[in-house]
């Protein structure tokens, strides 16, 4: 594999490239804290706010809320907090709570309640029973990137340091009551599809459209033209989706998160057009590596993307920190990043606050008022 530098310069000095967020919330009863089927109405309503920045989710008992392009830390912050606001008044207005947890909590036995868009139809009749408990809700990162060639060359770079977001942004560890032992349950249920987790490396787009047509072929993908990996060139915005995080409970996490990846795509972005061509891990490695960080999130050891060893996940931070620093300094975002890991090293990781939320209470239906009271707040009731 090539190594990568200690410190690239960024390939964008003078304006920072823009950044966009995508998050999937739960709807959640307030009396049985279980999550409820109100996705269309309680989206329609948010709408009537801040129009198709909402929208229905593939299980009605989610919605999402997305961000315009944003410049800054801040403008991004200020975007989710308005976006989750008209989400979380349209749920109160229909007796309902928003969650911003990876997986439900609490959930009523039986399959998916399955939204009546084409996308998601077709999805249940190829995978079957795979859809049953496929309520799971992310965050989505996109960093504006319009050229699908250097797109594919960076992530390359960017594809080993995806085991640490998994890591970094666990929130998942309940699932239908229970402690499932991972701090990222959503992460082992996508893991189970043969589309989704790490993309395969790819030395040009070219490669990259013929491998997403080969699977599709196989039926693993239901259209070539939008695989569901968790780095892409998006299918219809000119951006880098990063797409392995479980959503978050705080804002100013989630924004931290958002300029960070901005940092590590332009420094990439910096590394493909210079020729190198990126660490070649293979596909295997890096599931299993995702595997890991799953089930340990933030405390435990990591996917060292440069020598392949574990390492704990706060050291793999420093280091990401120092491989991206010129380009977090260049945009003025490394106080952003510097808090938000400050943070996890005072308050753990999100599964870690939900553990805490279910011990204190004496079980799950903590966690899901914890949860309630983060996702009002942006930050927790101890935060």
Same mark, same amino acid.
């Given at each position: 594999m090539s190594a990568l530098p200690s410190a690239p310069r960024p390939v964008s000095a003078d304006r920072a490239p823009t950044i966009g967020v995508e998050e999937e919330y739960f709807l959640v009863d307030a009396q049985t804290r279980s999550i409820v089927p109100a996705g269309p109405a309680v989206a329609a309503r948010a709408a009537r706010e801040v129009g198709d920045l909402v929208t229905e989710e593939f299980d009605q008992c989610q919605v999402e809320g997305r961000t315009p392009p944003c410049r800054s830390a801040g403008e991004l912050r200020g975007e989710l907090e308005?976006?989750? *606001?008209?989400?979380?008044? !349209? &749920?109160?207005?229909? *007796?309902?709570?928003?969650? %911003?947890?990876? /997986?439900?909590?609490?959930?009523?036995?039986?399959?998916?309640?399955?939204g009546d868009h084409p996308r998601y139809l077709a999805g249940r009749r190829q995978y079957r029973s795979m859809m049953d408990d496929f309520a799971i809700s992310a965050l989505h990162v996109h960093v504006h990137l319009p050229d699908r060639e250097l797109a594919v060359l960076t992530g390359n770079h960017v594809r080993p340091w995806l085991p640490f977001l998994v890591a970094l942004s666990a929130n998942s560890p309940f699932h239908r009551g229970r402690d499932t032992g991972y701090a990222s349950w959503r992460s082992v249920i996508r893991s189970r599809f043969p589309c989704l987790g790490p993309p395969p490396y790819a030395a040009s787009w070219e490669e990259h459209e013929r491998l997403a047509a080969v699977i599709a072929d196989t039926e693993a993908i239901l259209d070539p033209g939008m695989p569901f990996w968790d780095l892409r060139p998006n299918?219809?915005? @000119? /951006?880098?989706?990063?797409?392995?995080?479980?959503?978050? +409970?705080?804002?100013?996490?989630?924004?931290?998160? !958002?300029?960070?990846?901005?940092?590590?795509?332009?420094?990439?972005?910096?590394? $493909? +057009?210079?020729?190198?061509?990126? @660490?070649?891990?293979? *596909?295997?490695?890096?599931? $299993? %590596?995702?595997?890991? &960080? $799953?089930?340990?999130?933030?405390?435990?050891?990591g996917f060292d993307a440069l020598t392949g060893r574990a390492k704990p996940v706060a050291d793999l931070a420093d280091d990401l920190v120092g491989f991206v620093r010129p380009a977090l300094e260049e945009f003025g975002d490394l106080g952003e990043?510097? #808090? =938000?890991? +400050?943070?996890? &090293?005072?308050?753990?990781? *999100?599964?870690?606050? +939900?553990?805490?939320?279910?011990?204190? !209470?004496?079980? @799950?239906?903590?966690?899901?008022?914890?949860? =309630? =009271?983060?996702? #009002?707040?942006?930050?927790?009731?101890?935060?």
């Open positions: 308005r976006v989750r *606001g008209a989400l979380a008044a !349209a &749920a109160r207005a229909e *007796g309902l709570r928003l969650c %911003a947890s990876g /997986t439900p909590v609490l959930q009523d036995p039986g399959p998916a309640h399955v299918p219809r915005l @000119p /951006t880098l989706e990063i797409r392995a995080m479980d959503v978050l +409970q705080d804002l100013d996490d989630t924004a931290a998160v !958002a300029v960070l990846l901005r940092a590590l795509v332009v420094t990439c972005a910096g590394e $493909a +057009q210079r020729g190198d061509p990126g @660490p070649r891990w293979e *596909g295997e490695v890096l599931r $299993a %590596a995702c595997w890991r &960080a $799953a089930r340990d999130g933030w405390s435990g050891s990043v510097t #808090a =938000l890991f +400050q943070r996890l &090293a005072t308050r753990g990781d *999100g599964a870690a606050r +939900q553990r805490a939320w279910a011990e204190d !209470a004496g079980g @799950p239906v903590g966690a899901v008022d914890g949860l =309630l =009271l983060a996702t #009002a707040r942006g930050s927790g009731p101890d935060g």
